[in-house]
Structures are given as C-alpha cells and as structure tokens.
C-alpha cells in the first residue's frame, strides 16, 4: 500500500509500501518472485525494474539506473547506474552515490559508502566480498577507477584518474590521469 507509480507497469509487481516510481516499468520488479521494496524513488523508464526485493530507501534516477541489487541508502543519477549490467549482482549495497552515466554500472559484492561522480564507466567494477573490500573510495571525473574491484579508501579526482588501480588502498591520485598505470 501507499505506493505512487505512473507509467506503463510502475511498480507492476510490487507489494512493498511507500514507494514513487515513475516511467515505464520503473520498480516493477521483473522476475523476483518475493517482490517487496519500500521507501524508494524510482525516476526514469526501468529504473528500478530488476531491483532485488529487500531494498529501501533508495533513490535511482535515469533510464535502467539502480537495477540487479539489493540497495539500502544508495543515490544513483544517470543511466544505467549502480547496476545497469546484468552480469554482476549485488546483494548487500549500501551508502553508495553514483552521479554519472553508467557510474559503478557493474560493480558486484559489498560496495558500501563509495562516492563516484563522473561519466564513462566511473568505477565500474568496483567488488569486494567483505563490507571493506571495494568500499570507502571517493572519485570525481570521467572515468574515474574505471577498472577498480576490491580496493578501498581510495581518492582520485581528475580525468582517468586512477583508471588501472583494481586492488590498491589507500591511494590519493589528483590530476589528468593522475595514477593511470597504478594498479
């Protein structure tokens, strides 16, 4: 009960409460078979459509954003957002912001509280099997830790900056492609 959905199938399947989806097919919840979500808004067509019930307070704006996890407090703006990519499930994400195209599109594992703003596959990939794994990094701007899996505590603020660093921690790179070849 208590869910706003507009469009073609927002919300279609549904049975959670306090929920705003609005675009075609936005929190459907398309092949979940428990299909229970709450305190979400959902903006854009398929935003949401695949999200893993369990999710809340989560908000996911732009086409096919915040699909294929189970999302607790995340902000994901831009296409295909905290993933778009049906490759890579999560099942435990939490605290994330994802401002960008495609910003962490196919992250997988425990990305928890990592900040990534910027266009192109910004931290794609970021994964961890521990909640400290793959979590607590900061990047701003176009491809930003493009290749980044488990590393953690890491800050990159630049063009490409970080783009091959997939295990380091604790990095600091600032600058064009500041640290492109560190891994």
Known sequence: GSNIGIGRQ????NEGRSNVAIGQAAGSMDGQTTPIISYNVLIGA???ARILSGSSQAVFVGYNAGN???YSDNIGIG???LGGDSTNRDTDATKNI???AEAMRAYAGKANQNIVIGHGEAA???????????SQNVGIG????RNITT???NVALGYQAGYANTTGGGNVFLGYKAGYDAT
């Open 79 to 81: 296409g295909s957002v």
């Open 68 to 70: 294929y996890g189970t």
């Open 10 to 13: 927002a919300l279609f399947r």
């Open 46 to 48: 398929q935003a949401g």
């Open 151 to 153: 590393g953690a505590t």
């Open 98 to 100: 994802a401002i960008g």
């Open 124 to 134: 794609r990939a970021v994964s961890g099997s521990t909640t400290s794994e793959g």
């Open 142 to 145: 176009y491809n930003v830790f």
